[in-house]
């Protein structure tokens, strides 16, 4: 009870186990931007024991995911400064709460007795469909995605606004978008 799980593609809070059924509070919501719907669902048991259902489930003690900012990469762009440039940005705004993730991270090496890399953020450079892609993936705090995502945006906006080698690397519109698909 408490938990917030995923279940038959519904995400909510479970507020009861009963014997026969499961009451969950919807969320709805995009990302991890979630709120309460008003509604309660309710599933029989069963549904957990059904193959193809998964049940996802946040690791006790932990409450962070995985972002990531993507850009486009010019043809002519220099990929390796774009790279430099946005994960300095996106760094800076994470050792803001870097201290509260790896938190987090020691609890879950704790509970699970497994060594695990520290979550930090990171850059992938990969081919798309409209060229070459880079992204920065770093870890946010569930309960805090929407305004750290703000902040995220309105760091990278004024960067590229800014920086003329960078506005050059860049074709498009900068997204910022969750790492795992649910």
């Given at each position: 009870v408490?938990?917030?799980?995923?279940?038959?593609?519904i995400?909510?809070?479970v507020?009861?186990?009963?014997?026969?059924r499961l009451?969950?509070?919807?969320?709805?919501?995009?990302?991890l931007d979630f709120?309460p719907?008003?509604?309660l669902?309710?599933?029989?048991n069963?549904v957990?024991f059904q193959?193809?259902?998964p049940?996802?489930?946040q690791?006790?003690g932990?409450?962070?995911?995985w972002?990531?900012?993507?850009?486009m990469?010019?043809?002519s762009g220099?990929?390796?400064a774009?790279?430099?440039k946005l994960?300095?940005a996106?760094?800076g705004i994470?050792?803001?709460?870097?201290?509260?993730?790896?938190?987090?991270?020691s609890?879950?090496?704790?509970?699970?007795?497994?060594l695990?890399?520290?979550?930090r953020?990171?850059?992938?450079l990969?081919?798309a469909?409209?060229?070459?892609?880079?992204l920065v993936?770093?870890?946010?705090?569930?309960?805090?995605?929407p305004d750290i995502?703000?902040?995220?945006?309105?760091?990278?906006?004024?960067?590229?606004?800014?920086?003329?080698?960078?506005?050059?690397?860049?074709?498009?519109?900068?997204k910022?978008?969750?790492?795992?698909?649910?």
């Amino acid at each position: 009870v408490g938990d917030r799980i995923s279940v038959a593609g519904i995400t909510g809070d479970v507020v009861d186990i009963g014997l026969v059924r499961l009451y969950l509070m919807e969320m709805a919501g995009t990302g991890l931007d979630f709120y309460p719907t008003g509604r309660l669902v309710v599933f029989s048991n069963s549904v957990l024991f059904q193959t193809g259902t998964p049940l996802f489930k946040q690791i006790p003690g932990t409450e962070y995911a995985w972002h990531e900012v993507v850009v486009m990469i010019a043809p002519s762009g220099d990929h390796k400064a774009a790279q430099q440039k946005l994960v300095a940005a996106v760094n800076g705004i994470y050792s803001k709460y870097r201290h509260q993730i790896e938190r987090q991270h020691s609890e879950i090496e704790r509970r699970v007795d497994i060594l695990i890399e520290t979550p930090r953020p990171e850059a992938r450079l990969q081919f798309a469909e409209g060229g070459l892609e880079l992204l920065v993936r770093y870890p946010v705090e569930i309960r805090r995605a929407p305004d750290i995502d703000e902040e995220m945006t309105r760091t990278v906006l004024q960067l590229v606004e800014s920086d003329a080698e960078l506005k050059t690397a860049v074709s498009g519109t900068p997204k910022i978008r969750s790492a795992i698909k649910g």
